[in-house]
């Protein structure tokens, strides 16, 4: 069955690093896209970074240039470097991926940056 397990949250201040992982089991995951997203307390869940099967990538304006996902595929693993940390960005981070049409979500991982 597929899992997906994050970890690497934790209590930041503003302006530090974090470095999220995921660890992918259950499916082929060197043909899959991943992507992670987050979702701040009263705040809808959003995509933050996504990464394809080729390594191409793609991020919400609001973290460009600060966050890079990245992934290796002989460990089945997705990451979210998470560099110049802000208050904003405090949120239960989620892995994603879609495999034969279903949608799978990790249980989150909680990240929050003080001020």
């Known amino acids: 069955q597929v899992q997906l397990v994050e970890s690497g949250g934790g209590l930041v201040q503003a302006g530090g690093s974090l470095r999220l992982s995921c660890a992918a089991s259950?499916?082929?995951?060197?043909?899959?896209?991943m992507k992670w997203y987050r979702q701040a307390p009263g705040k809808e869940r959003e995509l933050v970074a996504g990464?394809?099967?080729?390594?191409?990538?793609n991020y919400v304006d609001s973290v460009r240039g600060r966050f890079t996902i990245s992934r290796d595929n002989a460990k089945n693993m997705v990451f979210l470097q998470m560099n110049s940390l802000e208050p904003d960005d405090t949120a239960v981070y989620y892995c994603?991926?879609?495999?034969?049409?279903?949608?799978?979500w990790g249980q989150g991982t909680q990240v929050t940056v003080s001020s």
């Open positions: 994603r991926t879609i495999w034969r049409a279903t949608v799978f």
């Open positions: 259950g499916f082929t995951f060197s043909s899959a896209h």
């Open positions: 990464i394809s099967p080729d390594s191409s990538t």
